[in-house]
Nanobody, 123 residues
Framework: QVLLVESGGGLVQTGGSLRLSCAGS????????VGWFRQAPGKEREFVAF????????DYADSVKGRFTISRDTAKNTVYLQLNSLKPEDTAVYYC????????????????WGQGTQVTVSS
């Protein structure tokens, strides 16, 4: 059983920053791509970023490029998402997930999900 636990969400003003954490269980957590997705009320879950197992390759949704940074600490079995220059449209529940196979940008390619952490950006 793989368990992912997100933390670090909160309420910030426009232009503020947050750092989200995704702590994974299991020895193989570091062997997989991990992705971050978000879901705003009334909207579908959307891709935010992913990072490969060794951290050598990352990619981001166009809407967050230059503002968000994904990284991982293999010693801590943790993946981070640094959110800078936050905008009200970034308000959503943010989820991390472990990739199972297929398109890295598609939520359906991820098999284990955390419970989510709420990010709210006030204007």
């Amino acid at each position: 059983q793989v368990l992912l636990v997100e933390s670090g969400g909160g309420l910030v003003q426009t232009g503020g920053s947050l750092r989200l954490s995704c702590a994974g269980s299991g020895r193989s957590f570091n062997d997989y791509v991990v992705g971050w997705f978000r879901q705003a009320p009334g909207k579908e879950r959307e891709f935010v970023a992913f990072i490969r197992f060794n951290g050598a390759h990352t990619d981001y949704a166009d809407s967050v490029k230059g503002r968000f940074t994904i990284s991982r600490d293999t010693a801590k079995n943790t993946v981070y998402l640094q959110l800078n220059s936050l905008k009200p449209e970034d308000t959503a529940v943010y989820y991390c997930a472990r990739h199972a196979g297929g398109n890295f940008y598609n939520a359906g390619a991820y098999v284990y999900w955390g419970q989510g952490t709420q990010v709210t950006v006030s204007s």
